[in-house]
């Protein structure tokens, strides 16, 4: 079966990135006088199906699962820094030593508790100059209920990521993300669907053509579909227990 991670891999490498700046020995974080604990971020945890099966709907339904979860790496970094406080904005400034690099995290509190955030950078780094440049930006409801983030291609204020996440009412939580392209188009779609019985679904789209299904019950047995990219005829069906 065709993995559909390709696009999404680029949630992975911005991750790393960030988690990087906020734990690298190369460069320092701002610390002593002035600096205060980051705003907590509450952020949902996305899981797939509680199976150990080796059925490969399973499996892509659990990796696509971990996968949304690195959308919300972020607050996890930004939160181990040392923040400077001024006023309703909190920010912590990572410095290279070795280039003049510089990545800024900030996040502002509004009235309603909720936060906007963005990482911005500046300076040289590999051989590419960054001015104020927006590498992501999103907010984050005060319950950590719902929120968004949007990453953007290098150096430009074009998309290439979006995720947003949402709770209902009776406490599912849902996570869309889409991957575009240079051209602003969305070359994928994967929506998660976790209920609080532990059942879920997972869809997947290439552009606007439905190729992935899967659906899981509260113990972990579940079925899933693959269709073919250009015509939507199904190509697949299987179970897992």
Known sequence: MRRRLVGLYAIVLAASFIGGCSK???GTNPT???TTTAPQLATPTFTGPNTTSDSLGAIE???LSATMNFQ???AESFQTGQAKQNGSTWSWTYHSSTSSFTAT???VKQSDGSYSWSLVFNGQTDSVTYNNWTFLKGTTSSDGKSGNC???YSNTSSIGIQFNWATASNGT???TVLVYNASGAVTEKVVITNNTDKSGEVDVYTGAQMTFKATWQSNGSGQWWEYDPSSGAQVYY???S
């Open 24 to 26: 690298s020995s190369s």
């Open 32 to 34: 002593g006088p002035g």
């Open 61 to 63: 339904a659990k990796s």
């Open 72 to 74: 919300v790496a972020f």
């Open 105 to 107: 995290w900030s996040a």
């Open 150 to 152: 949007t990453i953007y």
């Open 173 to 175: 939580v849902t996570g």
């Open 238 to 240: 299987g179970t897992w």
